[in-house]
């Protein structure tokens, strides 16, 4: 292969950062080290950098490895894996969980474990990449719903119910890219309705939304068939998990490939998620933090700009339009010390390119006036 085909315009360059000396801030090493205002980064309390998180993960390397060396089924099970394991499933309140050693993975495993060639999986139009992945791996027809758009999702499972007998609805409880929430109680009551499988993609919620932050689906999880959730986002580790009931978590051990025939999730992850997964138990206002904090911003950048916004929680987009603009904005942000990314087609239909931008922790009020005022200069 001597040539990527792919149009000049979507072609994205890697760039790498360094953290810089306060906890919103990196730096670009591709532009002079440039020290920027981390707007985008999914390390939504900031864990990733906490010296608990850390040092945890260094006491359980000298203990029990720094990676596991081999697959669960070999030797590379440890007993941090159970714990954690064991952990959350009592706070989820599920029988099993297993660990992955990335949402990626967890999304293409859990889709495999709950539909196969004879099924039909029925997903929101803005389901992540993984999933559709998972979709493809597990050889199913797949039919898409208008973003939580209960009807279409009705209509295509009543469409569908009468020739399929396996169907999976896929949603995520917090889309990525639109910061909208799947409104799940409606939803469980289609799936009641209908007796067919729900999987929840909480990847952007756990430890943040719901209660006490155990996600969107807790309030729902006797119609719920599956959750996955990631320790790389909220967490600020690394690796993921799955949580179902035991039957389902004894099939996905003994069939699953991504499961099966991957290295375990090293250590030193599954230590800083375990320190991740206390804190986020001890600190219960975080998420509603979170989230006040998010409000703000949102209605500032709509009290002074004509831009709509959306997003319900710490994921907002600010619509800008055309593909060009949100590179112009983007780059302009980046001159004037703030980090947020446009994200444009194919991950958003044409005409809505955006920039989003994630609220944290660390970031506090003077950051947001800050960016009101760059924003207020951008032509
Ligand atoms: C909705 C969603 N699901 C799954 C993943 C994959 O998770 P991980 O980064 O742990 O592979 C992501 C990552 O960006 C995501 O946004």
Known sequence: MNKINIPKNRIRKLKTFALGKKPYELQNLNSYNKTLIDLCSNDYFGLSRDKDLIQASYEISLLQGLGSGSSRFITGSRPIHKLLESELA?????????????????????????ANR???????????????????????????????????????????????????????????????????????????????ELLVDEAHAIGILGPEGKGLSFNFSDYITLITGTFGKAFGSGGAFIACNSKIGEHL??????????????????AGALTALQ???????????????????????????????????????????????AMHLQRYLEEHGFLAVAIRPPTVPVGESRIRITIRKNLDLNIMKKFISVLKNFK
């Open 279 to 325: 804190k986020i138990k001890n600190n219960k206002e975080w998420g509603a933090d979170l989230l006040n904090a998010a409000q703000k911003w949102k209605a500032e950048i709509l009290k002074n700009f004509s831009y709509s916004v959306r997003g319900e929680s710490h994921i907002l987009s600010i619509i800008v339009g055309q593909e060009e603009k």
């Open 253 to 270: 051990i003994q069939t699953s490939g991504a499961f099966r025939y991957t290295t375990a999730l090293s250590p030193a992850l599954s």
């Open 118 to 196: 004879n099924s039909i999986v029925i997903a929101d139009k803005f389901i992540h990449n993984s999933l559709l992945v998972g979709v493809k791996a597990a050889q199913s027809k797949l039919v898409r719903f208008a973003h939580n758009n209960l009807k279409d999702l009705e209509d295509k499972i009543r469409k569908f119910k009468t020739t399929h007998n396996s169907i999976l609805i896929v949603v995520e409880s917090l889309y990525s890219m639109e910061g909208s929430v799947a409104p799940l109680q409606e939803i469980t009551k289609i799936v009641q309705k209908y007796n067919v």
């Open 90 to 114: 009592e706070w989820l309140n599920q029988e099993k969980v297993l660990l992955f050693p990335s949402g990626f993975q967890a999304n293409i495993a859990a889709i495999q474990a709950l």
